[in-house]
């Protein structure tokens, strides 16, 4: 028996590939496995290779596999654009419609199997999708029953007839495919899971959840890939606890929206990708000025310009941190897990009203999209914490003057209030201010409110700002990767251990203000440093050395052709330098 594997089905957009996937890796959750998966699609409604990716394991995982045991395939395509990452010995379960080959030079078994013949003899050829789950399930050897769980859960709000007529299609697509092999696949039985329930959901599903939880009930967005579906989960959700969503017309209009949902005391939140939040990028501007805190989400894609909508990049550091016109107070918080989506967007709204600033939780597309297990989320670490908004009855001011909304303050951080409050009045404007709002051109005052502003950032406390895992005092590499890299470098670390190359690993959380001080002690004892990340300038290098130095010991891993990092990838970069090191 095994303790993981890798199955991946591909497809034209829009012919069941996603439901297929949806049903067979929700059987699996249930079972207990862990699950990580990997969606590659293309950016249009319909037609267009893609495919789904799941590695499916009995110990927590947090990568893509580098290779595949079982490939489904619905059209030749798919063959011949995956069949590469089979490993010797691997299966192709095929619709035999098509009259698949395997090309050369690929070792792998293939399963022709009426997939569209047995959904038409069902009635339609929508049945297909559930066809092609239950071949794979079936060479498992895992029980049916548990799958059929997942179709009725799937398809039981279309009644009873779909439902049974789906049960029917996994049945006698699992019958032909055991009739062919003789039995389910030895090679590919799974040792069993633990059985422990677990959450399996995708990155933006776990922000919206925790912008739920945080307190947020209103948000105004514009959908754009890979976001929309944070807007999606709150459209559902948030009327339930008396909030709203409001599609709008665009981005600015968003952005300038939740800056007065947040002005008005509502938490209030936005998120867009690489082009949206070029279009923020004045109105977040505004959000410093006037020190109101605003939430923004940035699921980083593919870019410039409309670029890949659809394909990994980690390419907006720069614009996240320097994007504005002038300079601002403004907090960008990256997590790197599920888990950390959750707990990270109620930090920021936290760390939004505590430091009256922008807060961007910036994260990527693979953890936006690729559905993981995670464990179950702990409701009690959920504090929320509203800074220095005053509640209650405020003092009169002396000689009846405006409220000093912009006070200057020692940490830089004002009293605030909400519009209506008796003795709060203030003015409230985009151009340099006096305290209490006025616009003010006094060379004085300038200074001071600069000052009163950035002096804000020297005081800014992020739990975790970088994740380590250093088991070696002085490693041969310390590898330093951001977002959705954690799991992947910890895959690669253990490949490395075995063949004697000590490793440290960081993952960077907080990308500005910069934790330049928590990252060097590590940086230091280092012989080399291993900066990975999905651009093509080496942004978050460049921020390293930037903020802490270390330039001759950095070398650049870079991935920027759409597609995440491989363990392997890593595993050979280092070995290669080891190679140096031996010369």
């Known amino acids: 028996m095994i303790s993981q594997l890798s199955w991946k089905i591909g497809g034209q957009q829009g012919e069941g590939v996603e439901s297929t996937d949806k049903i067979f890796s929700t059987a699996l959750n249930r079972l207990g496995y862990y699950l990580y998966g990997y969606r590659h699609f293309s950016s249009r409604i319909k037609g267009g290779h893609t495919n789904n990716k799941i590695r499916i394991s009995t110990k927590p995982i947090r990568a893509i596999s580098d290779d595949l045991d079982i490939l489904v395939a619905f059209d030749q395509e798919t063959i011949d654009l995956n069949a590469f990452e089979l490993r010797d010995n691997g299966v192709i379960v095929a619709d035999a419609k098509f009259n698949p080959v395997v090309p050369e030079g690929v070792k792998a078994r293939l399963f022709p199997v009426p997939i569209t013949a047995i959904a038409e003899d069902l009635g339609t050829s929508l049945f297909k999708n559930m066809a092609a789950s239950g071949a794979s399930w079936a060479l498992l050897g895992l029980p049916l029953e548990v799958f059929n769980k997942a179709v009725e859960e799937e398809f039981g709000r279309k009644g009873a007839a779909v439902v049974e ?87 600015i209009a ?30 977040i501007g505004l959000a410093g000025m006037t020190e109101t805190p605003v939430v923004i989400v940035d699921t980083q894609r593919g870019g410039p310009s409309t670029g890949l909508p659809t394909k990994q990049e980690q390419s907006d550091l720069y614009a996240m941190i320097y994007g504005t016109h002038g300079e601002i107070p403004k907090i960008v918080l990256s997590p790197s897990s599920i888990e950390e989506c959750f707990y990270d967007t109620i930090e920021a709204f936290n760390l939004a009203e505590i430091y009256q600033c922008p807060v961007i939780l910036l994260t990527d597309l693979q953890l936006s999209l690729g559905k993981q297990s995670c464990e179950l989320l702990d409701f009690n670490r959920v504090k929320i914490e509203r800074g ?196």
């Open 254 to 283: 968003a952005v300038t929206m939740a800056i007065g949902g947040n002005y008005a005391g509502v938490r209030t939140m936005t998120a867009s990708a690489g082009p949206g939040l070029s279009l923020m990028m004045e109105a």
């Open 165 to 251: 007529k789906n049960i029917e299609a996994v049945r006698k697509a699992a019958e032909f495919i055991l009739e062919q092999n003789g039995g389910p696949m030895l090679e590919f039985q799974l040792e069993p899971a633990d059985g422990k329930q677990k959450l399996f959901m995708i990155g933006n599903d776990a922000i919206g959840l925790g912008a739920l939880t945080g307190g947020c009930r209103f948000m105004p967005a514009y959908p754009i890939t890979p976001a929309s579906e944070i807007m999606e989960y709150l459209i559902k959700t948030l009327p339930k606890f008396g909030g709203t969503v409001i599609q709008t017309e665009d981005e």
């Open 388 to 583: 220095r908004l005053m509640t209650g009855e405020l003092s009169p001011t002396e000689d009846n003057k405006l409220f000093k909304r912009y006070e200057f303050a020692e940490d830089g951080i004002s009293p605030r209030v909400v519009p209506g409050q008796k003795y709060g009045i203030h003015h409230v404007t985009g151009v340099e201010h006096d305290q209490e709002g006025r616009p003010s051109e006094s060379t004085e005052n300038r200074k001071s409110m600069m000052d009163k502003r950035m002096e804000k950032l020297k005081h800014v406390k992020v739990t975790n700002p970088i994740l380590v895992d250093a088991p070696h005092e002085e490693p041969d590499v310390l590898i330093i990767g951001m977002g959705s890299t954690g799991g992947t470098i910890d895959e690669a670390r253990g490949r490395l251990t075995e063949k004697g190359i000590a490793t440290n690993h960081v993952t960077v959380r907080l990308m500005h203000p910069f934790p330049a001080e928590e990252l060097r002690p590590y940086m230091e004892k280092a012989k080399t440093v291993v900066v990975l990340e999905n651009n093509a300038t080496g942004q978050l290098a460049s921020l390293i050395k930037l903020n802490v130095g270390y330039a001759d010991k950095i070398k650049n891993l870079l991935k920027y052709n759409g597609n995440p990092f491989l363990p392997a990838e890593i595993t050979t970069f280092c070995q290669e330098l080891n190679l140096v090191w031996q010369r």
